[in-house]
């Protein structure tokens, strides 16, 4: 094939001259490229600390910088693509046909946008609340978009879907700030009833974990065919509510040993057919 010195001369022509007309549009497309995401970029921040400046939560406040990061990265996106010449309407046909596809395959991952949404807005609890949910007890580290993420008492991080959460039933100890230990004792028939409650009482009043507003309480609950047993409720702070009830158990134990009073066992009766 022969190449035309006189084509080939038309072809450079012709490019150097769509270069030129086009240069601009290129050179002033990138300059708001670069300029957009330095401006977003000090938004942001500004945003983020006029936001922790009148004290919102830290959850919150990262989610709303978050969106409207994204939010201003895309628009920036659509100035970019426009000021090099390319049609946005088409452009955002595209990307509204992309959506609906995206988000019929992520209806779960909506569900949990969603419920992450709910969360944050109503707040049935905080980062570092205790709470029981979807068959744990654990204490939430973070509330992110889709998953909340919890710390279980062994350490274990468990990540539950925040539609899940926001659908069901969610137990939070630590909202009132203190919590209510509940114990159940069980001695004898022949225990002086007046006596092992005397004793309970009096350690009770003798830790200073144990709060003196709620007043504890000690009281029969059952009388079972084997056992009388006591119900004993102190009240304590969140923080103390673990060593109140460990210490609750041994001092009684300790005590009735010293005052020759048994704990009863629950005994389970077991009845045999004859063969």
Same mark, same amino acid.
């Given at each position: 094939m022969t190449l035309n010195p006189e084509n080939i001369a038309s072809y450079a022509s012709t490019f150097l001259k769509v270069l030129i007309d086009y240069s601009p549009k290129v050179i002033s497309?990138?300059?708001?490229?670069?300029?957009?995401?330095?401006?977003?970029?000090?938004?942001?921040?500004?945003?983020?600390?006029i936001m922790v400046k009148r004290e919102l939560d830290p959850t919150l406040t990262k989610f709303l910088a978050d969106i409207l990061l994204w939010v201003l990265r895309v628009l920036l996106f659509v100035t970019f693509i426009d000021k090099l010449g390319i049609g946005t309407s088409s452009f955002v046909a595209i990307l509204g046909a992309m959506g609906l596809a995206v988000g019929l395959s992520l209806q779960g991952s909506l569900s949990n946008f969603a419920g992450g949404m709910l969360i944050i807005l109503f707040k049935p609890f905080k980062?570092?609340?205790?709470?029981?949910? +979807?068959?744990?007890? $654990?204490?939430? *580290?973070?509330? +992110?978009?889709?998953? @909340? *993420?919890?710390?279980?008492?062994? &350490?274990?991080?468990?990540?539950?879907?925040?539609?899940?959460?926001?659908?069901?039933?969610i137990i939070n100890y630590s909202m009132e700030g203190h919590r209510r230990v509940d114990l159940t004792i069980a001695i004898s028939y022949d225990t002086d009833i007046k006596k092992a409650k005397e004793i309970i009482t009096t350690i009770l009043n003798n830790n200073p974990k144990v709060l003196l507003t709620p007043a504890a309480e000690v009281s029969v609950k059952n009388l079972t065919d084997?056992?009388?047993?006591? $119900?004993?409720?102190?009240? $304590? &702070?969140?923080?103390?509510?673990?060593?109140?009830?460990?210490?609750?158990?041994? &001092?009684? *134990?300790?005590?009735?040993? $010293?005052?020759?009073? @048994?704990?009863?066992?629950y005994i389970t009766e077991v009845s045999k057919s004859n063969k």
């Open positions: 497309a990138f300059v708001i490229l670069f300029i957009g995401l330095y401006a977003i970029r000090i938004t942001n921040r500004i945003i983020r600390k980062v570092g609340d205790t709470i029981e949910a +979807q068959g744990v007890i $654990a204490t939430v *580290k973070e509330i +992110q978009i889709f998953v @909340t *993420k919890l710390i279980a008492s062994n &350490n274990q991080t468990i990540f539950v879907p925040n539609g899940a959460l926001s659908n069901g039933t084997n056992s009388i047993q006591l $119900a004993v409720r102190p009240w $304590a &702070n969140n923080e103390d509510f673990g060593a109140v009830f460990s210490d609750t158990l041994e &001092n009684c *134990k300790l005590a009735f040993d $010293a005052a020759e009073i @048994t704990f009863q066992p």
